[in-house]
């Protein structure tokens, strides 16, 4: 018996460290790319990020700061081992490391998109297992109608009715602007949360709306399994049956898209948090485009696409957590 759970925890624990080295792997394709795609901007770097008026003597000065009389593989070397070391070059606009600008954005970023998550599951879950439950009825259409108008609403779009709705007529938010989570600096968590709420809504909608049809696609298949006529014969209530039992085994197709959408949510802020003048981190790469300032570009497309990679990889473990039978076939195949 001993043997057999440990030959279970060993092949679980190769599972895992398979995903890690596919995770690694990932990273560092990811890095490549970003540098390859910057260095192969056409012109000077130097002169992209000074800009056609700059005197020769800026131009050399910024080369010889930026590395770029070595070869591009050691300076792409030098960069991912900095990366290691926990080490960031200055950003050339605000002359400070990367890495703290980096950390102060992600303090309004990461916070709205778990809020904006939060949100999109509440509802897509609610109202996918709602349309499920009434299949082909009025509650059904009804959902897939409203799904349907928020796929096409922009989120800048709803973004400004929101603010012309809560804020200019209501008055109960600001219109933007964030005053930080710390009291000291006029803020709190309160006050944070609530200059986070319309942009995560604004931000969820379209994201619920796709949600919610999977959900309901989901739900649907699951139904129509033999294990739900078994609960239903023992006499379950439709309502035991849809969240003990139907739910669970549904969610996989929900956790996928789900994984991808909370990567997105962080990815896709660009937009809204310059609608609500929030100092987010698509903030931070909005104004790195309109400064030129490519090695502050560089390290937060890194950044966005290793939150990707890593939501990608929780989203993998969590996969054998929801469905055990999905943990018995990776531990039957020895992976």
């Known amino acids: 018996m001993c043997q057999v759970a440990a030959g279970v925890a060993v092949r679980v624990w190769w599972f895992v460290c398979k995903r890690l080295i596919s995770l690694v792997v990932t990273l560092l394709v990811a890095s490549a790319l970003v540098f390859a795609v910057l260095e192969l901007l056409p012109g000077n770097a130097a002169q992209v990020i000074l800009g056609d008026s700059a005197t020769p003597e800026a131009l050399a000065a910024l080369e010889a700061k930026l590395g770029l009389g070595r070869p591009a593989a050691s300076r792409y070397l030098n960069w991912v081992a900095g990366l290691l070391q926990g080490q960031s070059a200055q950003s050339i606009s605000y002359d400070v490391p990367t890495f703290e600008l980096i950390a102060q954005r992600l303090q309004v970023s990461l ?55 809560f804020a200019v007529k209501l008055h109960w938010v600001s219109a933007g602007g964030f005053g930080g989570w710390s009291e000291a600096d006029g803020g709190g968590l309160w006050p944070g949360l609530k200059s986070l709420l319309l942009p995560a809504l604004a931000l969820a909608a379209v994201q619920a709306a796709i949600l919610a049809r999977v959900t309901r696609s989901a739900v649907l298949d699951t139904l129509r399994e033999d294990f739900v006529r078994t609960a239903r014969a023992k006499g379950l209530s439709q309502r035991a049956v849809l969240w003990r039992h139907v739910l669970r085994n549904a969610l996989i197709p929900v956790l996928t898209v789900g994984g991808l959408q909370f990567a997105n949510l962080i990815a896709g802020t660009v937009v809204v948090e310059n609608v609500f003048v929030l100092p987010g981190i698509g903030r931070l790469v909005f104004q790195a485009i309109a400064n030129r300032d490519l090695v502050l570009v560089r390290d937060v497309v890194l950044l966005l696409a290793g939150l990707v ?11 054998a957590v929801v469905d055990p039978r999905l943990a018995h076939a990776v531990v039957g195949r020895g992976q």
């Open 111 to 165: 916070p709205l998109a778990l809020l904006a998550m939060m949100l999109t599951v509440l509802i897509a879950l609610s109202a996918g297992i709602y349309a499920a439950a009434r299949h082909q009825k009025l509650g059904d259409v009804g959902v897939m109608v409203a799904s349907q108008v928020g796929m096409a609403v922009p989120s800048f779009w709803l973004a400004i009715l929101l603010i012309l709705l």
């Open 309 to 319: 990679v890593v939501v990608n990889f929780v989203v993998d473990l969590l996969y």
